[in-house]
């Protein structure tokens, strides 16, 4: 009984020290960052952003100089443009948010979006962030998902290397 005992106590034992993390496996498995929608501050900040975005594109010299940009511009047009882009942040920044607009590819068709163009709306994304003073890292992700739609965008772009667009799909 005595032996019967022990190898119950081992058995459990055993099974015990299986189940416990060692403080050198705690260590490696860190937790996940949160998805970068939540480190961006959600829906609220994400529209804020894009308010200000839109507002700056809508006033780029080098933007209106496109006519057919230009003619694509008008102030009741302008409230869905935020309403879309905000969804696509969200959803793209792994929110909770799906959006159901027109692909990339689809709606810049016919803008025939220059490289001087698409650096001038690089140039207002970046004062955007840091107006809101958005983490740099958080920055470089974004930058890295707007960079992804640069060949749907961009008339001869070069596909963005190993890397699919997230906002064509």
Known sequence: MTALRMTLAVAA????????P???QEKAQAPAPNPLYERLGGL????AVVDDFIERLYINPTLNANPAIGNARSDLRKPGLKTQLTMLVCQVTGGPYKYVGKNMKESHAGFNITEKEWDAMVADFKA??????VPAAEQ???IAIVATTKPDIVVGAAPVAAQDSPASR
């Open 140 to 142: 470089q992700e974004l």
């Open 22 to 24: 060692l403080p050198a």
């Open 128 to 133: 955007t962030l840091e107006k809101f003073k």
């Open 13 to 20: 034992l055993a099974t015990t020290l299986a189940a416990t």
């Open 44 to 47: 609220y900040s994400i529209a």
